[in-house]
């Protein structure tokens, strides 16, 4: 086993050791239907935070949004919640479901083929979802 490889090893474990301490509930925690727990923004509300409030020049909130998009699928499509959580907030800031997907192809060159069928998998169920909570109103 490498430094490194110990090193790591003993890092896992003493933050194990100090989320049991604050809570144990918190050494088996898994993220999978984190991004359900927290509701998506408005749009009014998104833009001040992450769109060209502060700097009325800048990007708006759905570009923002899309870069941040790309960066998740770019590094191969890994964060599942983080995914369905920013295309979520895509929707809510006006992008369509083509414009996402667009996005999401765009990046099968830099993330890979696996992690752009991943991403578009979980912008599917993400617009299931929404399909679903249309028909219910």
Same mark, same amino acid.
């Given at each position: 086993?490498?430094?490194?490889?110990?090193?790591?090893?003993?890092?896992?474990?003493?933050?194990?050791?100090?989320?049991?301490?604050?809570?144990? $509930?918190?050494?088996?925690?898994?993220?999978?239907?984190? &991004?359900?727990?927290?509701?998506?923004?408005? /749009?009014?509300?998104? =833009? %001040?935070?992450?769109?060209?409030?502060?700097?009325?020049?800048?990007?708006?909130?759905?570009?923002?949004?899309?870069?941040?998009? $790309?960066?998740?699928?770019?590094?191969?499509?890994?964060? &599942?919640?983080?995914?369905?959580?920013?295309? /979520?907030?895509?929707? =809510? %800031?006006?992008?369509?479901?083509?414009?996402?997907?667009?996005?999401?192809?765009?990046?099968?060159?830099?993330?890979?083929?696996? $992690?752009?069928?991943?991403?578009?998998?979980?912008?599917?169920?993400?617009?299931?979802?929404?399909?679903?909570?249309?028909?219910?109103?």
């Amino acid at each position: 086993m490498s430094d490194f490889t110990k090193t790591y090893a003993r890092m896992m474990e003493q933050g194990t050791a100090m989320l049991k301490a604050f809570n144990p $509930a918190l050494e088996t925690f898994q993220p999978e239907g984190f &991004d359900k727990l927290m509701p998506t923004m408005p /749009r009014d509300w998104m =833009e %001040a935070m992450f769109g060209n409030a502060f700097n009325k020049d800048g990007l708006d909130a759905k570009t923002r949004l899309m870069i941040s998009l $790309a960066g998740l699928v770019a590094v191969g499509a890994t964060a &599942d919640p983080q995914i369905k959580y920013t295309v /979520r907030h895509l929707i =809510e %800031a006006g992008a369509t479901q083509k414009e996402i997907a667009e996005v999401i192809y765009q990046m099968s060159m830099l993330g890979g083929l696996p $992690a752009m069928n991943h991403a578009l998998e979980l912008a599917q169920e993400v617009f299931d979802e929404k399909d679903d909570e249309e028909g219910d109103a």
